[in-house]
């Protein structure tokens, strides 16, 4: 037995050694595929008999029904002595009651058709979100109709979420990178409605009048738009939607987005919080969705910060160095005014300058010299081939189109993404970094111990500014 024991190990190691062999041979980075082939099936689209836009999608691999009420109501247009209403909204539309259900009916009917169902406030929308069994199409249908078309507004219920908020306010001294991003929103944006955020005094000044009122004034049809998927027929979905949307008629206000007036200037802000680590953050105004280096820039950031272990900044300040455990950037770019462009990480309080000077080294380096063919090569395939991902389902395939064709995405911008990165060329990454990276610009915010800090200040350049951390709250 004991022969046949160490012969049966023998062969087991020569094929171990066989298959090694082999592998070796066809190396993970030689083989070869045939082309990835996608299509993007667009939804189809109809016209309620209110003129509200559906944007339809079968799917029948699941017995379910998906759908979004996507209503043009969001934070920028909240007042900003009020910031911090858009959310209590969505809250209280979410838990407040509607038509026939107070509160706590509505949370038993949803749970009695194990629904899932979402409200949630973006900068220029609010969306109501559900997830139903198919046999549950038309029942929870009702629900979201009234909930869209008539909360109840209640008081308890209301006092809750508020509370919360408060509470998440009060602990945003504890978390650094929220505080760096709203010190950053409010440099970048200063006097425009994008600077504004959610304090406990705007907080402590809403009221129950005041949701009804924002409510009353921007959720009419006009506003709204429908996406509905799942294993329904076009036929049934319109009349569904006709039976419980169809006949919604009032009337109200259009959202205004101001466009923005000022350039912002640079400059250091330390916020003081007693922790061993510094949280950096560097930024500059972007770009908007309509701007035609977008790909380009796209492209440029992926080598940058965007790529992860792939990036530039990863390179220097994690693996070369050990100075921090993540750094990035990223652009975000508008759907309707230009986003931010941010680059940060953390990194024990002693070596934040020389952190500072890498990141600023980096940008410099993308604006002074080329690119390699590897770099590029790397970052475009990466793109292109993570595209496929941003649409994990049908439902958020239409939604993503109903929110482009809102807000006004050159009808191509799918179609054509692939193809707009592949073209980026070497050429094409310098010039936008020349453009779009500007050190003496940017922003600089540090989170961490003002004393600890306050020897490298210096080096660092421009003006300094303290922010009391209770200006955030």
């Known amino acids: 037995m004991r022969v046949v024991k ?95 259900w107070d509160a706590a009916a509505l949370d038993d009917e949803l749970d009695a058709m194990a629904a899932r169902l979402e409200v949630t406030a973006s900068t220029y929308t609010t969306e109501f979100s559900m997830s139903l069994l198919q046999e549950d199409g038309a029942r929870g249908m009702r629900v979201l109709a009234a909930m869209v078309q008539q909360p109840r507004f209640d008081a308890r219920r209301f006092a809750i979420k508020k509370e919360q908020l408060l509470e998440e306010i009060r602990s945003r001294r504890d978390h650094s990178a929220a505080l760096a991003q709203t010190i950053i929103l409010r440099q970048l944006y200063a006097g425009h409605p994008l600077a504004k955020y959610a304090r406990q005094s705007t907080v402590k000044s809403i009221t129950l009048d005041d949701l009804r009122q924002r409510y009353d004034n921007y959720f009419v049809p006009a506003n709204t738009r429908i996406v509905i998927s799942g294993a329904i027929s076009r036929s049934a979905a319109r009349k569904l939607l006709n039976a419980q949307f169809g006949r919604w008629q009032r009337s109200g206000k259009v959202q205004q987005v101001p ?57 220097e300040v994690r693996s070369n160095r050990g100075l921090a455990y993540s750094v990035y950037s990223f ?90 990165i592949q073209a980026v060329t070497v050429a094409d990454v310098q010039r936008v970094a020349r453009r779009y990276l500007d050190c003496d610009k940017q922003v600089l915010v540090l989170v961490g111990d003002r004393k600890a800090l306050q020897p490298q200040l210096s080096e660092l350049g421009g003006k300094v500014t303290e922010v009391n951390v209770d200006e955030l709250l």
């Open 331 to 420: 652009f975000s770019i508008g759907r309707m005014l230009r986003g931010p462009f941010i680059a940060g990480c953390a990194t024990k309080t002693a070596s934040v300058a020389q952190v500072v000077a890498i990141m600023r080294s980096e940008m410099e380096r993308m604006r002074r010299e080329p690119v390699s063919a590897a770099e590029l090569t790397q970052a475009k395939q990466s793109l292109i081939n993570s595209f496929v991902f941003n649409f994990t389902n049908s439902h958020a395939l239409a939604t993503r189109i109903m929110e482009q064709e809102m807000y006004g995405y050159p009808a191509d911008y799918l179609d054509k993404y692939r193809q707009r």
């Open 259 to 315: 466009p923005l007036r000022r350039e912002p200037t640079g400059g250091v802000y330390v916020v003081d919080r007693p922790i061993p680590q510094t949280t950096i953050m560097l930024a500059q105004l972007g770009i908007d969705k309509n701007n035609p280096d977008l790909y380009a820039l796209q492209v440029m950031n992926y080598i940058l910060g965007g790529g992860g272990f792939g990036s530039r900044l990863m390179n």
């Open 6 to 100: 160490y012969t049966v190990a023998a062969v087991s190691l020569v094929l171990v050694l066989v298959t090694l062999a082999g592998a070796e041979e066809r190396r993970p980075d030689a083989l070869s595929f045939p082309p990835l082939k996608f299509t993007i099936a667009k939804p189809q689209k109809f016209t309620l008999d209110n003129g509200i836009k559906v944007y339809y999608r079968q799917d029948d691999e699941l017995p379910l029904i998906a759908v979004t009420v996507c209503v043009g109501a969001g934070s920028i247009g909240v007042p900003n002595n009020k910031a911090g209403m858009a959310d209590l909204l969505a809250a209280e539309l979410r838990s407040g009651g509607a038509g026939q």
